[in-house]
């Protein structure tokens, strides 16, 4: 089956600065790339994700990156708010209905 | 409008006992699925069924059954509950489309066996 691995576990930054956080696969059969944002107390929400014919991805501060090559995806946060403090999980699906998630990374932003 | 719906919330009970707990989705979507958050915050599948069918049947101890009587709806009943079972467990749907495989999660409901 599939084996996701999402580094760093836990990230600090600065407001103002950039969060990158990574996700290596193992299944080249998967083929979409979705990222939740997980605030405390609260379900997981999808918040950008990437199919496999795509290498990059945009949706204002947050941009998502795709090696099917290296089999690794990676979740970019610019110019990073307070608000984006929370757990984020990255995840790997094919054809199956099956969602492999990551481990979690959980990003504080300081003010 | 709530997409999907979670209850309860919260679920405190003692070890022995009996609990269901109920999903519905509005969203039209054929598939749904039941997590479990342990307290390291990792997401583990349990179920998933597409059109009301069982799909993924993961690694669970068969005190665990999800009943779906229609397409909206996926709850979980938990026969004698253990200590181990304490965590939140997410209900969650998919739907695939040209862009992906969008899945939804609930809200949460965290049970406390005592």
């Known amino acids: 089956g599939e084996n996701v691995e999402q580094h760093p576990s836990t990230l600090s930054v600065q407001e103002g600065d950039s969060a990158v956080i990574k996700c290596t696969y193992s299944?080249?059969?998967?083929?979409?790339f979705p990222w939740y944002k997980q605030e405390l107390g609260k379900g997981p929400q999808l918040i950008i994700d990437?199919?496999?014919?795509?290498g990059e991805k945009k949706d204002q501060r947050i941009a998502v990156t795709l090696n099917k090559t290296a089999k690794h995806f990676s979740l970019h946060i610019t110019e990073t708010q307070p608000e984006d403090s929370a757990v984020y999980f990255c995840?790997?699906?094919?054809?199956?209905?099956?969602?492999?998630f990551g481990t979690g990374t959980s990003l504080t932003v300081i003010p | 409008d709530t997409a999907v719906s979670q209850t309860p919330k919260y679920l405190v009970t003692q070890m022995g006992n009996d609990k269901s707990i109920k999903c519905e989705q509005n969203?039209?979507?054929?598939?749904m699925y039941w997590y479990k958050q342990d307290s390291k915050k990792f997401l583990k599948i349990m179920f998933s069924?597409?059109?009301?069918?069982?799909?993924i049947n993961e690694t669970v101890p068969n005190r665990f059954s999800p009943k779906s009587p229609d397409k909206a709806h996926l709850n979980l009943h938990i026969n004698s509950l253990e200590l181990g079972d304490s965590a939140v467990y997410f209900c969650?749907?998919?739907?695939?489309?040209?862009?992906?495989?969008?899945?939804?999660f609930g809200p949460g409901t965290r049970l406390t066996v005592t």
């Open positions: 995840a790997a699906s094919s054809s199956g209905n099956q969602f492999y």
């Open positions: 969203l039209g979507h054929d598939t």
């Open positions: 969650a749907s998919s739907q695939d489309t040209a862009g992906g495989r969008e899945q939804y």
């Open positions: 069924y597409n059109n009301k069918e069982l799909i």
């Open positions: 990437i199919r496999s014919n795509v």
């Open positions: 299944d080249s059969a998967s083929n979409y």
